[in-house]
T-cell receptor, first 111, second 114 residues
Framework: NAGVTQTPKFQVLKTGQSMTLQCAQD?????MYWYRQDPGMGLRLIYY???????DKGEVPNGYNVSRLNKREFSLRLESAAPSQTSVYFC??????????FGPGTRLTVT | AQSVTQLGSHVSVSEGALVLLRCNYS??????LFWYVQYPNQGLQLLLK????ATLVKGINGFEAEFKKSETSFHLTKPSAHMSDAAEYFC????????????WGLGTSLAVNP
């Protein structure tokens, strides 16, 4: 039981490049989330998926897209990376009792 | 609108001293409340949660929190700090019907001095 896994762990992009962050959970949870974490700003929700086949915007969706590929996988795509997207990205899923389980994070730097 | 306020972005205690991290919430409906811990370069891990059962909740690593509806608070305590408790602590709230989205505080960084 791996919980929530994320790849890659680290990434450096140049401005304008694109990339996809992968997330998978093996706990059979319906809901999954993408957050970004910046110093002094806590966790901010980018997108979430309440169930397979649905996605919705969170607080800071601009510059991002998501895909809920199946119940296990929820990916986050940066189409044209900007320095403002330098951050640590966390994927999470939530249990029936509202407990969120987090992946280890992806540290992204955009130069 | 629901919100979470963590008083004190940085707290410093001596090893063996009481740890008190403050969290106040605003919610117009019965809340579910959580404390998470984040160790350096790691993801967040659930410490404890309140979901309308006992108001005093015990979590992992000797932490506990008390839900006080009259004060809209959910403060986190530990009687005796250990060096390994140094981490970032986040309080969060949600409620039924919110698409299971959590509303997060900005976090409190706990330093433990020898």
């Amino acid at each position: 039981n791996a919980g929530v896994t994320q790849t890659p762990k680290f990434q450096v992009l140049k401005t304008g490049q694109s990339m996809t962050l992968q997330c998978a959970q093996d706990m059979n949870h319906n809901s999954m989330y993408w957050y970004r974490q910046d110093p002094g700003m806590g966790l901010r929700l980018i997108y979430y998926s309440a169930s397979e086949g649905t996605t919705d915007k969170g607080e800071v969706p601009n510059g991002y897209n998501v895909s809920r590929l199946n119940k296990r996988e929820f990916s986050l795509r940066l189409e044209s990376a900007a320095p403002s997207q330098t951050s640590v990205y966390f994927c999470a899923s939530i249990s029936g009792s509202y407990e969120q389980y987090f992946g280890p994070g992806t540290r992204l730097t955009v130069t | 609108a629901q919100s979470v306020t963590q008083l004190g972005s940085h707290v410093s205690v001596s090893e063996g001293a009481l740890v008190l991290l403050r969290c106040n919430y605003s919610s117009s409906v019965p809340p579910y409340l959580f404390w998470y811990v984040q160790y350096p370069n790691q993801g967040l891990q659930l410490l404890l949660k309140y979901t309308s059962a006992a108001t005093l909740v015990k979590g992992i690593n000797g932490f506990e929190a008390e839900f006080k509806k009259s004060e809209t608070s959910f403060h986190l305590t530990k009687p005796s700090a250990h060096m390994s408790d140094a981490a970032e602590y986040f309080c969060a709230v949600t409620y039924a019907g919110n698409n299971r989205k959590l509303i997060w505080g900005l976090g409190t960084s706990l330093a433990v001095n020898p």
